[in-house]
């Protein structure tokens, strides 16, 4: 199956109980620790350059942004009833472990984030779990994934900033991250380079 994107834009930002969340069309959410590239991935995935607005202050998104992604399947899926055009949220989380923020609004998001996946109600049905290639997981990084493993979400790893990896690195890697995270689904991706693209696509939307 070949997808398409014809449209992506921001719909809106929520901190809490929202109609969006519930309406049926489903949700890919995006998460990771501030500065892993996050806005940059999400970017770089729709090909436009600052939809996911990557903020010079890291910490500083604070809401749970939805964006509504149009696409265009070349092939139908088996049952037909869908049709060739597909609405999906790309659902932009707010990044953790940011040091400078104050205990309160670290616990604060936290918060948020653990509400969007077991109390909202939302429709989530895919969970991209952004890490750094390089620095491999933080200690926030293994708590989220084995809290989203704990929910039996499907669960993609993305080893973000691949650029930075020599050959060697690149494995070795690539092993320890799945190993750390008790993940198979670990994709090696760039955002700068676009390593990856086509293949997290392909996981994303199919
Ligand atoms: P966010 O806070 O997680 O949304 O992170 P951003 O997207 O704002 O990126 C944080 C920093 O990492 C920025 O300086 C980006 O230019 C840089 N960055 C993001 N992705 C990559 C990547 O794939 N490779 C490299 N080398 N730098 C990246």
Redesign the pocket.
Known sequence: MITKILSAEFIKGIIGTDDILTNGIPQIAFI??????????INSLLQRRNL?K??ST?GK?QQINFFLILLERTVLSSSGKDGPFQKVYFVDLP?YGFAKLSKEKKEKLRKMILWYFTESESNSKKVIL?VDAKVGPSAFDIEMSDFLKSLDLDVIIVA?????LNQSQRAKNLKSISRLLTQDNVIL?????KEGRDELLEKVLN
């Open positions: 990771g620790r501030s500065n892993v590239g996050k806005s940059s991935v996911a990557s903020s890291p998104t990044g952004i973000n900033k691949s650029d930075k991706y760039s955002a700068k380079t």
